[in-house]
């Protein structure tokens, strides 16, 4: 089997390195590629690059996009950020984003993803408004690089690749393409490195830089947005990185917009075009080549052998003379057509209708390169943007569409039967992916803006379970600690010998109280303690993820939920292992049951947790809001206070605790000898008895209910609180 070189999204360029044959293990060998035969038109027609069919829509997943920005206005708290921003970028080119450091960069691509509100101006994809669809498949990496900490590289990617990738690909082919991806961005020898943060080591900046960038790399997506891809490296390093970028736009007619700080001349001059923003206004918009002439006729001239990068900055950290003089030129720049950019923007969402495409949706196969146009599509008719030589924006079509076309079947719907595009196959035959077409989060319709036909990457059961291998994997160095198993013996034992071997009379009856008491409580806590940094500790992650449109939120809950399931029981049961047998081992029914309890209840604690910590975004709210209520449900759950005046005793019945607690009670002394009188009782019953009955010790704490009672009502906990968090997820703590 041969992977080809055209396989993977970078394609057969010189900066791809295949990883090495040797390398690989017996089973990852290459594929062999079938190229599509471009006039392979049997039964079918050749088409104009654009033309598909109502229902071959979902193929448009990485058609080249074009991004149009324009009249942007942002302001937060009454504080403008930007001022009337506006750009284009076309498939394959490299747009820059500079400026001293709060000048609005991060906020322009915040808006550019869809993530911050507008106060005025629009956004087009190919003439599309961004709508939530748009979103979830434009790539946003961020400047802080978001990670699980105690995952490896490797599992990393893999859970991403898994999640991201469509189901049709199987198991082992996205295994190769993680393989693949890793060699890319030279990250093979970290690869079995944990990711880490700022208390554990792990990934240096620059590493985790690139594998910011991988993650998102997996998806093939048509418009990256990095913010800042290279603060951080080394020189060599962010030129390597920015040239593996640049090559990839070029090749693959990818739409890249990029921040950066301050580029090395040659990193400036990989740029196509540049937008230099100074306090949120627009100080130049345009060809990189063309800056320095911009500010040559504006009176500033640099030094010759003086980085342009540099000099523009500068300029823009000028005084406020000068930046207003540099603004007001920015206004007057060939390329500044606020009113053409206005009229694109007025534009219907009907995409090339006015092209002769009869509306259909616009598709470029990047792999063909095709200049001739098929029949019934006209492509003589102006589109509102190209580049001229100069860098200027004119009435004349966009290149990139222009020149390439796709010959498909006519006659078909079906993915395989479209040739444009390289079809690699595996040895039996099978595609892997056309590798033109998005491999990212999502398949949708075009041309219409309802979000409904949006659909997941893979199926809800295929998420579930990859999320919850990934939860347990990343919750299991958190929750099984060595200091929590050190923890959990140390105590296990101590209680055990604390409470050795009680026997069953009523001198000891408070003590075996104390020990099933202290038992129940203490797991309760614990769970639910460590429950509320659960969902503050991964949000970064989750909500990434979510924005990107990687899996349903419900799929993510459950998953969670089941992930960390054997994580969270897996202590109370050695506890109990430990301590029960050292307290006095009646029988093993007992001991099971017993531990059933413990276990149901530690989970229902664990709800408890979960909805707080999801509710509460402040850990030092969450903390004290848990604090009380535990407290209380301890004060109320019969052990501790038995006399509560009567008009405290419904509090009883919030008490997680108590049902817990009198669960445990009836389990221990329904069974086997039973508790011998005192020669001096407190108990009436004892009067004319030599024994007490479970029910009076049960009466004497306020317990009325049977076990099937108690045991309904700690279920009952445990779906509210599980349905709240969900609920406060899904709806008040939506990704922005
Ligand atoms: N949520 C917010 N509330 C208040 N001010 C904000 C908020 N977000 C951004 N700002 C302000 O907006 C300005 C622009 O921020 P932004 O992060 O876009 O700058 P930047 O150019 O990316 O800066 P840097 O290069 O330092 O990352 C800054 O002055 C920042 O303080």
Redesign the pocket.
């Known amino acids: 089997m041969i992977i080809s070189k055209d396989l993977f999204l970078l394609g057969d360029q010189d900066y791809l390195r295949l990883p090495k044959e040797e390398k690989r293990p017996a089973a990852m060998v290459r594929p062999t590629v079938v190229k599509s035969q471009r006039s392979e038109v049997a039964g079918g027609a050749l088409h104009c690059p654009f033309l598909l069919e109502q229902g071959e829509a979902h193929l448009t997943g990485t058609r080249p996009l074009e991004l149009v920005f324009s009249g942007l206005s942002v302001s ?2 009454s ?1 403008s ?1 930007l001022r009337d921003v506006s750009g284009v970028v076309r498939p394959g080119e490299m747009l820059a984003v500079m ?10 691509l915040n808006c550019l993803s869809g993530r911050s509100e507008l106060d005025s101006g629009c956004i087009r994809l190919n003439r599309e408004r961004l709508t939530k669809r748009w979103k979830r498949r434009i790539c946003y990496v961020l ?1 802080q690089d978001i990670f699980f900490p105690d995952l490896t590289l490797r599992q990393t990617l893999e859970y991403a690749a898994r999640l991201r990738l469509p189901e049709s690909m199987s198991r082992r082919q996205k295994m190769l393409y993680v393989d693949h991806i890793i060699d890319v961005m030279d990250l093979t020898a970290c690869q079995d490195t944990r990711m880490g943060d700022y208390t554990k080591r792990g990934l240096s900046g620059g590493e985790k830089k690139r594998a910011n960038i991988a993650c998102e790399l997996l998806t093939n997506p048509a418009l990256m947005l990095l913010d ?1 891809p290279t603060s951080g490296l080394d020189s060599h390093s962010a030129y390597t990185l920015m040239s593996s970028l640049k090559r990839y736009a070029e090749k693959e007619s990818k739409t890249l917009v990029v ?1 950066v ?1 301050q580029p090395s001349s040659q990193i400036f001059y990989m740029f196509d075009k540049l937008l230099l ?1 100074c306090n949120g206004h627009t100080a130049y918009f345009g060809d990189v080549n063309k800056v320095v002439d911009f500010f040559n006729n504006i009176g500033l001239t640099v030094t010759p052998h003086y980085n342009p990068a540099d000099f523009v900055l500068e300029c823009v950290k000028g005084s406020e003379e000068m930046k207003q003089k540099i603004i007001t030129a920015a206004k007057s720049l060939p390329t500044y057509h606020q009113e053409a950019l206005n009229d694109y923007c007025a534009l219907p969402a009907q995409l090339y209708q006015h092209q002769g495409c009869n509306g259909r949706v616009p598709m470029v196969g990047h792999a063909l390169g095709h200049t001739a146009n098929g029949p019934g599509c006209d492509f003589s008719k102006p589109s509102l943007w190209s580049s001229t030589p100069n860098g200027t924006l004119n009435s004349t079509p966009p290149l990139s569409l222009t020149t390439k076309c796709v010959v498909s079947n006519h006659n078909s719907h079906n993915l395989s039967n479209h040739v444009y595009s390289t079809i690699v196959k595996d040895e039996e035959g099978k595609s892997l992916w056309l590798d033109s077409q998005s491999h990212g989060s999502s398949s949708v319709s075009s041309t219409t803006d309802d979000d409904v036909r949006w659909q997941w990457p893979t199926s809800f059961w295929t998420q579930f379970k990859v999320l919850s291998s990934r939860n347990f994997q990343e919750s299991r160095p958190r929750m099984l600690s060595k200091l929590y198993w050190l923890q959990t013996i140390g105590l296990g034992l101590m209680v055990g010998n604390v409470y050795f071997q009680l026997e069953r009379k009523e001198e000891s009856l408070h003590d075996i109280q104390s020990w099933m008491f202290f038992s129940t409580n203490y797991w309760m806590l614990f769970a639910l303690f460590n429950a509320l940094s659960s969902f503050p500790a991964e949000r970064e992650v989750v909500n990434k993820e979510r924005l990107s449109g990687s899996y349903r939120l419900s799929a993510y809950y459950l998953a969670k939920m089941a992930g960390e399931l054997p994580l969270t029981m897996t202590l109370p049961a050695v506890y109990h292992i430990i301590s029960y047998p050292l307290f006095g081992f009646r029988s093993t029914s007992v001991f099971l049951t017993m531990l059933g309890f413990l276990l149901l209840s530690t989970v229902v604690a664990q709800s408890a947790g979960f909805f707080v910590g999801a509710a509460c975004m402040d850990l030092d709210v969450a903390i004290t809001i848990s604090a009380l209520y535990t407290l209380a449900t301890q004060l109320f759950g019969g052990y501790l206070a038995t006399n509560i005046p009567s008009w405290l005793r419904w509090m009883r019945y919030l008490s997680m605790v108590h049902y817990a607690y009198q669960n445990m009670q009836i389990v221990e002394f329904s069974e086997g000898e039973r508790i011998q009188c005192a020669v001096q009782s407190k108990f009436e019953v004892c009067s004319n008895s030599t024994h007490i009955p479970v029910s009076v010790i049960l009466e004497q704490q306020g317990a009325t209910l049977p076990l099937w009672a108690n045991t309904l009502v700690l279920l009952f906990f445990l779906v509210v609180f599980r349905v709240l968090g969900y609920v406060v997820l899904r709806y008040f703590r939506q990704p922005k």
């Not at 400026?99 to 322009?108: D, E, H, Q, R, V």
Request: overall charge positive; charged content about 15%; some cysteine.
């Open positions: 937060v708290a504080r950020i400026g001293p450091s709060g000048c609005g960069k991060t906020t322009l400047q800042e921040t700080h923003l």
